[in-house]
Every structure is written in C-alpha cells, then in structure tokens.
C-alpha cells in the first residue's frame, strides 16, 4: 500500500488525495461568533462554574 502511495504520488505530482481541513458548518459559526459577542460584552452574565451555571437555568421561569 505504502509503494502504491508513493508511485502514485510521483506519477500525479500531487498527494493522491484531498488534503482539507474541518470547515465549521453555517449554524456552528454562528455559535461561535454569539460567544465571541457575549465574552466582549461586560454585561454578560458570567458563571464560575457548571453547577453555578445549571442552577440559575434551572431558577428561571421560561417566558413566552
């Protein structure tokens, strides 16, 4: 396999195959631009932990 790889290499000029990396996905850069905005915002509410965090959701009423 090893000198398949490597013939093929040579005979394309180029690695035989699509060397890419992850693009995140429409709905994950968006998530990542909302942290982005929430940790530049001092205002943001900020949690020192987990269970900090899972108390105060659990706290809230949902609202309409």
Not at 40 to 53: G, I, M, Q, V, W
Not at 57 to 62: M, Q
Request: no cysteine.
């Amino acid at each position: 396999a090893y000198v398949m790889f490597l013939k093929q290499a040579v005979r394309e000029q180029r690695l035989p195959f699509l060397a890419s990396r992850n693009i995140p996905n429409t709905e994950t850069i968006a998530a990542i631009e909302e942290a982005q905005t929430m940790l530049a915002n001092p205002d943001t509410r900020k949690f020192s932990s987990l269970d900090e965090l899972i108390e105060e959701l659990n706290s809230d009423e949902i609202s309409d």
